[in-house]
């Protein structure tokens, strides 16, 4: 694919500051989730792959798969994620430019902080410094997921660490993101997220909801409801903020096109299928592992990983007793052994990825030639910041912090779920 017209103008405005500092000579097009939010939103009826990187073959295939669809995207990790995996919040940028730049890579790409994850009050602190760091290290969007914590909690901690976020990086929040399988999110929550932030004049690009998703492997087919998300976006319409689909492994195609066409989502979070491709793991049309009658992977021959590896990863998952749910534990000790098999081994392991997200991001997502569109609003506005898409309507003064947990007591409450960060 060509490089999109304004591409060399949109690569020296575009580039947030923090990029230009780390890669001043880099001809990578690194931008603000913001940007990538503006392009589905310009397309109508479109969002994009989160691609959460779990290694680097999936960095490969993710990137290669978004130039040839001539699309925007995005490249993430969770907080979590980093604690078993060798990418983290603070290389990931790093991987991103270097392969950008190997491969050609032209379309638009942000560094998205997927579920920095705060359970309870007290982390609060540590993330004053947490979030500066990360994007020292290059990230461009952030999500503050503080939804363990009750809704009150959630929003006072939202606003003490909205300061530390950049002005023009993409920023998103959660509302009941997995709080367990009871218990979904209501616009009620929602809207009681939002208007806090809203009064403080915080405008959130995204939120996430507990919609039905459930992070891994799915094991069964009930998946995201859409009405309930198509409900909670039309309660939030007045405020300009986009939807954050999460856990959209293993979720039927035509569920995951009516997101795209029927909700306000621009962001369709994708992990556990990407890591099992890369690996050469058989999965459904839908992304999700296909168990034999032992419960235990299939793993196909000309796919992935080569035999002798596999056969390496399973010994240890099972002298760990890891279930095929915690087969997310090998990424760390394996990721050199998969950097050091041969070249095909290497290549088809991308491949595998890149056929998989590139019918994503064409046939389902609506996320095709957004590239352009991503560019263009670059150009449009002469800058990296794209500026909010709200202003401030609700009252700040019935928004204090006394105001917020007197309001909180009305809504439902639900019991704080054991579920985790990753999808």
């Known amino acids: 694919m060509a490089k999109a017209k304004g591409f060399s103008k949109a690569l020296d405005m575009g580039r947030p500051p923090n990029v230009v500092k780390l890669f001043p000579n880099s001809r990578a097009l690194i931008v603000s989730g913001k940007v990538i939010d503006r392009a589905m939103i310009k397309k109508g009826k479109a969002m994009t792959i989160a691609a959460n990187a779990r290694n680097t073959t999936v960095i490969r295939g993710v990137l290669t798969a978004a130039q040839r669809a001539n699309a925007a995207v995005i490249l993430e990790i969770a907080k979590s994620e980093a604690t078993y995996c060798h990418i983290s919040m603070w290389n990931l940028a790093r991987y991103a430019d270097t392969i950008c730049n190997e491969l050609g890579i032209t379309v638009p790409v942000a560094i998205h902080a997927d579920h920095f994850g705060l359970k309870k009050q007290p982390e609060v602190g540590k993330a004053r410094t947490d979030i500066p760091s990360m994007f020292d290290a290059g990230i461009t969007s952030i ?147 296909v168990l034999d009658e032992q419960k235990s992977f299939i793993k196909l021959p000309d796919a992935g990983v080569s035999e002798e590896l596999w056969a390496e990863m399973v010994a240890y998952a099972q002298g760990k007793s890891l279930k095929a749910g915690d087969y997310k534990n090998l990424n760390l000790p394996f990721e050199n052994k998969l950097l050091a098999q041969p070249r095909e081994i290497r290549e088809r392991m991308a491949k595998g990825v890149e056929d998989f997200v590139y019918e994503l991001l064409v046939k389902w997502f609506n996320a095709a030639d957004t590239a352009p569109l991503a560019i263009e609003a670059i150009l449009e506005k002469g800058s990296h910041d794209m500026g909010p898409k709200a202003s401030r309507i609700e009252d700040p003064a019935a928004w204090t912090k006394e105001r917020i947990a007197l309001a909180s007591k009305n809504l439902q409450k639900k019991e704080a779920g054991t579920g985790n960060f990753d999808d």
Request: hydrophobic fraction near 35%.
């Open 143 to 289: 999500a503050i997921d503080a939804s363990h914590m009750v809704d009150e909690e959630n929003l006072l901690a939202n606003i003490e660490l909205s300061s530390y976020i950049p002005s023009w990086a993409g920023y998103e929040t959660e509302v009941g993101e997995i709080k367990g399988k009871e218990g979904l999110s209501t616009p009620e929550e929602a809207l009681f997220l939002i208007r806090g932030l809203n009064a403080n004049g915080i405008f959130p690009d995204w939120i996430a909801l507990n919609n039905g998703t459930t992070h891994g492997i799915e094991a069964s087919d009930s998946g995201i409801d859409v009405e309930l998300t198509k409900r909670i976006h039309e309660a939030l319409a007045g405020y300009g903020i986009s939807g954050a689909q999460h856990g959209t492994s293993g979720n039927h195609y035509e569920r995951l096109k009516r997101i795209a066409t029927e909700t306000r989502t621009t962001k369709a979070n994708v992990a556990t299928a990407l890591q099992m491709l890369s690996w050469g793991v058989k999965v459904n049309e839908f992304g999700n592992a």
